[in-house]
């Protein structure tokens, strides 16, 4: 990240009005630069690595591959480029799950401009931006899913019912109403928790823990 005064942005959504409006950042914020926008994972990768953002504001429902996947993708490739989460729907596991990912905060939809540029200068300084309620909730969440098995979350228990009945990870896509990419990155996250290396694997575990 650089030291300038100027943070440097890159939008990610994929509702032209969500970028429309957020574009507006520099007037809140003098500080604030939009450097480019995407609206979707592909474009918002390229884009990142040509401009090479302090910060990008990435949605984490988007068609196709979703904001999560991108999230992971950016944070390991650039990891000098913070990512803030974007969502509309407010949903505490959502976030604990950017989080995850590597986002160091979290700005709703719903959230005033003057909010999302306090996020960006938060986050530009190197710190976290997730806001009183938001983090109480992942703090709740966090504590929670550590008592449970394994630490797994409840999608993360779904998958892997639906694993020990025998469907693909295309049928699970469809089943849970998620991208396939989504699936995939549920999977990467059990193995490493239940120390699997492949799907049968998790299932054997699974059985042998009454996790199915």
């Given at each position: 990240m650089t030291s300038i005064s100027t943070i440097r942005v890159l939008l990610v959504d994929d509702h032209p009005a969500v970028i429309l409006g957020y574009r507006c950042l520099s007037d809140v914020s003098p500080r604030i630069e939009i450097v480019a926008t995407a609206s979707n994972s592909a474009d918002a990768l390229v884009l990142a690595h040509i401009h090479h953002p302090d910060i990008i504001l990435m949605d984490l429902q988007m068609d196709g591959v979703d904001g999560l996947h991108t999230t992971r993708k950016i944070r390991a490739e650039l990891p000098a480029t913070a990512v803030i989460a974007v969502s509309g729907v407010g949903n505490r596991s959502r976030v604990v799950e950017a989080i995850i990912a590597g986002a160091a905060g979290y700005v709703d939809k719903e959230d005033s401009l003057h909010v999302a540029a306090a996020a960006i200068e938060v986050v530009a300084a190197g710190g976290a931006a997730l806001g009183p309620k938001m983090a109480q909730a992942v703090l709740d969440v966090i504590r929670e899913t550590a008592q449970r098995p394994f630490g797994l979350t409840d999608k993360e228990r779904t998958v892997i019912g639906y694993l020990a009945a025998g469907l693909t990870y295309a049928e699970i896509s469809k089943r849970m109403d998620i991208h396939r990419h989504?699936?995939?990155?549920?999977?990467?996250?059990?193995?490493?928790?239940?120390?699997?290396?492949?799907?049968?694997?998790?299932?054997?575990?699974?059985?042998e823990n009454g996790l199915c």
């Amino acid at each position: 990240m650089t030291s300038i005064s100027t943070i440097r942005v890159l939008l990610v959504d994929d509702h032209p009005a969500v970028i429309l409006g957020y574009r507006c950042l520099s007037d809140v914020s003098p500080r604030i630069e939009i450097v480019a926008t995407a609206s979707n994972s592909a474009d918002a990768l390229v884009l990142a690595h040509i401009h090479h953002p302090d910060i990008i504001l990435m949605d984490l429902q988007m068609d196709g591959v979703d904001g999560l996947h991108t999230t992971r993708k950016i944070r390991a490739e650039l990891p000098a480029t913070a990512v803030i989460a974007v969502s509309g729907v407010g949903n505490r596991s959502r976030v604990v799950e950017a989080i995850i990912a590597g986002a160091a905060g979290y700005v709703d939809k719903e959230d005033s401009l003057h909010v999302a540029a306090a996020a960006i200068e938060v986050v530009a300084a190197g710190g976290a931006a997730l806001g009183p309620k938001m983090a109480q909730a992942v703090l709740d969440v966090i504590r929670e899913t550590a008592q449970r098995p394994f630490g797994l979350t409840d999608k993360e228990r779904t998958v892997i019912g639906y694993l020990a009945a025998g469907l693909t990870y295309a049928e699970i896509s469809k089943r849970m109403d998620i991208h396939r990419h989504t699936v995939e990155n549920h999977i990467s996250a059990i193995k490493g928790k239940l120390g699997a290396r492949q799907p049968a694997d998790i299932i054997q575990i699974a059985h042998e823990n009454g996790l199915c």
